[in-house]
């Protein structure tokens, strides 16, 4: 039997928010309805994922906004906001607003690196500027020191009948805290924990020290805690793709046994020059679930998680997951739910 794993603390899901391009409003209104049901179940979290030039969340802050006035209780994430598509002071303002208007519920989650299909890409994102933009972790840094509240101007006061501040507003007190890096990689995961920063791992990373997906989390949960300020305190996430089937039809069993199988061949082995690893979907009941969590030896040090929804499947599909999740495998791993508090 494997060791016992720390009881979970804090539960949330995760959604990219697909849409049908002829008719956009439905896919938007889905993805608020599901962040609805989970507040309803208990959820303590709730992320979306961008999707840029495609049919997906193209602006999550903006889609948290309206998730904002629709609940009351439940954290609302990014998972993750790529920075190299973003002005990191437009940003901060845009973070700062919508965790306002939440009550201090925002979690927002980055990453750095240049935007997919760059070249292809560049002259309408950055049409002066595509060659000197810096892609690096000082793009995070700029981002985190507007939000922690540094000068972003050496002017302020009152000119005419305009007053300026010298830093960015609204400022939010308490956001900085809440601030997420999204990382794969043992460096990602020792420069979040340096800047102190919460770690957000998903189902995706590089084999850099070994060919075992969870040995790879485990070595970076350990290195990000040994950077971090709040060691062991420090937060940090997991975001496995789990498909529960208690309350499933047979129709979506075989559904979901279909897709986990098509995407299984790319979790044997690293995949292309960045020798990227997938951790495989875990479909089944709960009970298998929580068998094969507590057998991970990352998941086992861990006491929060966002899992991952599988991006192509229908709305009812989703409700019967997070309920299933909910009411099943988060009792099963030791959550009881609320506010995980």
């Known amino acids: 039997m494997p060791l016992p794993s720390e009881p979970l603390r804090k539960l949330g899901f995760l959604t990219i928010g697909l849409f049908d391009e002829a008719d956009p409003r439905r896919g938007h209104e889905s993805t608020l309805e599901i962040i609805e049901l989970g507040e309803r179940l208990g959820f303590d979290s709730a992320w979306v994922r961008h999707r840029h030039l495609q049919y997906g969340i193209s602006s999550p802050v903006a889609v948290l906004a309206a998730a904002t006035q629709r609940t009351r209780r439940i954290e609302l994430g990014t998972a993750v906001i790529p920075l190299g598509w973003e ?24 990453s750095v690196g240049p935007p997919m299909h760059y070249d ?19 793009r995070v840094r700029r981002l985190l020191d507007l939000v922690r509240g540094k000068p972003a101007t050496d002017f302020s006061g009152v000119e005419g009948f305009e007053v300026f501040s010298d830093r960015v507003q609204p400022h939010s007190e308490g956001l900085a805290a809440r601030m997420w890096y999204g ?29 075992d997906f969870a040995e790879i989390q485990l070595s970076h949960i350990r290195t990000f805690r040994a950077h971090h300020p709040d060691g062991d305190r420090a937060r940090i996430s997991q975001g496995l793709v789990v498909i529960p089937t208690d309350s499933a039809s047979p129709e979506q069993r075989a559904k979901y046994l279909a897709f986990a199988e098509k995407r299984t061949p790319r979790t044997a082995t690293p995949q292309g020059p960045a020798r990227m690893m997938f951790a495989p979907d875990l479909v089944g009941t709960s009970a298998e679930i929580a068998e094969r969590l507590h057998a991970d030896v990352a998941f086992r040090e861990i006491d929060e998680v966002a899992f991952a929804l599988p991006f192509t499947f229908e709305h009812e599909d989703y409700v019967q997951i997070l309920t299933d999740i909910a009411t099943h495998l988060g009792p099963a791993l030791g959550w009881t739910g609320g506010s995980g508090e």
């Open 87 to 110: 002005n990191p002071l437009r940003l901060a303002e845009d973070l700062a607003t919508v965790d306002i208007l939440s009550g201090g519920r925002l979690n927002p989650g980055v």
């Open 120 to 138: 292809r890409v560049k002259n309408a994102l950055y049409p002066d500027t595509a060659d000197s933009e810096d892609f690096s972790y000082e």
């Open 183 to 211: 990382g794969a990689s043992l460096r990602s995961a020792r420069w979040a924990g340096e800047n102190g920063m919460a770690f957000l791992m998903s189902s995706v990373v590089k084999a850099e020290e070994s060919e």
